[in-house]
């Protein structure tokens, strides 16, 4: 099979190679991908921004990869093999089990799959993965209540732009912090009102829109402390990157994306429906998996970079 990988970090080093195929082990299905998302997360893996965090003792090569689209080719021992033929969405926690999506055969545990029906391009629904599971968790773990006002940094992002979206279908009044050129990209998503990273002052900008400001701020752009200005007093601040130092009563805390079946199956849903958008700014062959991470490190363009197989 094919798989991308990483025996030194650096973009220039990613490479696409032909490894042994795996199997499916007890209680696993072998999936033959169609699509998987190249993630931030993915990028802070090849250029060894995070290889702090990897398990002790592991070894390159590395493939990246947490989420895929395709089929089951296989299923492992107490698996019923009615499975076999399924389209399916999958996820891996990759800092877990270093079982990157990146490959063109990717065994995972059943658990960590969804059945999914056909229609959707496999590009589009690999995207709801990894960006659509941590904005979801984000917004679960601040346990809003319908009607209260949620800042988004980075509203039109990966994480951030589908954090908009389920928090306006949610009922939350969302006020998202995005570039100028995509004001109307976020408001389209569904955001109230539009704060735009060239502001002076975040706090001020926010509390101009709501004078007490706001009751929560998720943030995906990692803003960290400047962002807190922008949260009331006794307000809720989560983050998918680093933390600020806590001030005014703020309960400040770090989430991430996790493996959530009954979630994951609601986001591929709504991308079914339309009420969740899956914008692909490129899809790219594996073979070519070199320039979408090069693609990913200029940020050009709308959209998630997919790789096809």
Same mark, same amino acid.
């Given at each position: 099979?094919?798989?991308?990988?990483?025996?030194?970090?650096?973009?220039?080093?990613?490479?696409?190679? $032909? =490894?042994?195929?795996?199997?499916? !082990?007890?209680? $696993?299905? @072998?999936?033959?991908?169609?699509?998987?998302? =190249?993630?931030?997360?993915?990028?802070?893996?090849?250029?060894?921004?995070?290889?702090?965090?990897?398990?002790? !003792?592991?070894?390159?090569?590395?493939?990246?990869?947490?989420?895929?689209?395709?089929?089951?080719?296989?299923?492992?021992?107490?698996?019923?093999?009615?499975?076999?033929?399924?389209?399916?969405?999958?996820?891996?926690?990759?800092? $877990?089990?270093?079982?990157?999506?990146?490959?063109?055969?990717?065994?995972?545990?059943?658990?960590?799959?969804?059945?999914?029906?056909?229609?959707?391009?496999?590009?589009? @629904?690999?995207?709801?993965?990894?960006?659509?599971?941590?904005?979801?968790?984000?917004?679960?773990?601040?346990? @809003?209540?319908?009607?209260?006002?949620?800042?988004?940094?980075?509203?039109?992002?990966?994480?951030?732009?589908?954090?908009?979206?389920?928090?306006?279908?949610?009922?939350?009044?969302?006020?998202?912090?995005?570039?100028?050129?995509?004001?109307?990209?976020?408001?389209?998503?569904?955001?109230?009102?539009?704060?735009?990273?060239?502001?002076?002052?975040?706090?001020?900008?926010?509390?101009?829109? =709501?004078?007490?400001?706001?009751?929560?701020?998720?943030?995906?752009?990692?803003?960290?402390?400047?962002?807190?200005?922008?949260?009331?007093?006794?307000?809720?601040?989560?983050?998918?990157?680093?933390?600020?130092?806590?001030?005014?009563?703020?309960?400040?805390?770090?989430?991430?994306?996790?493996?959530?079946?009954?979630?994951?199956?609601?986001?591929?849903?709504?991308?079914?429906?339309?009420? @969740?958008?899956?914008?692909?700014?490129?899809?790219?062959?594996?073979? $070519?998996?070199?320039?979408?991470?090069?693609?990913?490190?200029?940020?050009?363009?709308?959209?998630?970079?997919?790789?096809?197989?």
């Amino acid at each position: 099979m094919k798989a991308v990988q990483v025996r030194e970090f650096g973009i220039e080093h990613v490479a696409v190679a $032909e =490894v042994a195929d795996p199997s499916p !082990g007890q209680g $696993e299905v @072998l999936i033959a991908a169609e699509a998987a998302t =190249v993630n931030p997360a993915d990028f802070a893996v090849v250029t060894g921004a995070v290889a702090a965090r990897l398990p002790w !003792g592991s070894t390159p090569p590395y493939t990246p990869g947490w989420d895929l689209a395709g089929r089951v080719v296989a299923a492992g021992e107490g698996v019923d093999p009615s499975a076999i033929g399924s389209r399916v969405l999958g996820f891996s926690l990759w800092f $877990e089990s270093l079982r990157g999506t990146q490959a063109s055969l990717v065994a995972l545990p059943l658990g960590n799959v969804v059945p999914v029906a056909e229609g959707l391009p496999s590009a589009k @629904l690999t995207t709801v993965g990894l960006n659509g599971l941590t904005a979801w968790r984000g917004l679960a773990d601040l346990k @809003l209540a319908d009607s209260e006002v949620l800042v988004v940094t980075g509203g039109a992002g990966s994480v951030g732009g589908f954090a908009v979206q389920l928090a306006a279908a949610r009922g939350l009044t969302v006020i998202a912090v995005v570039r100028e050129d995509q004001r109307q990209d976020a408001l389209d998503l569904g955001a109230a009102a539009v704060v735009t990273a060239g502001d002076p002052g975040l706090g001020a900008a926010v509390r101009d829109v =709501v004078p007490a400001g706001a009751d929560a701020l998720l943030d995906t752009a990692s803003i960290a402390g400047p962002a807190l200005a922008a949260v009331r007093n006794g307000g809720k601040y989560v983050t998918v990157t680093q933390l600020p130092s806590a001030e005014r009563g703020i309960d400040v805390f770090r989430s991430g994306g996790r493996m959530d079946a009954p979630a994951l199956s609601t986001l591929a849903d709504m991308a079914f429906s339309g009420r @969740l958008r899956t914008p692909v700014a490129h899809v790219y062959g594996v073979d $070519e998996a070199r320039g979408a991470y090069q693609a990913l490190s200029k940020r050009t363009g709308r959209g998630r970079i997919v790789l096809s197989f």
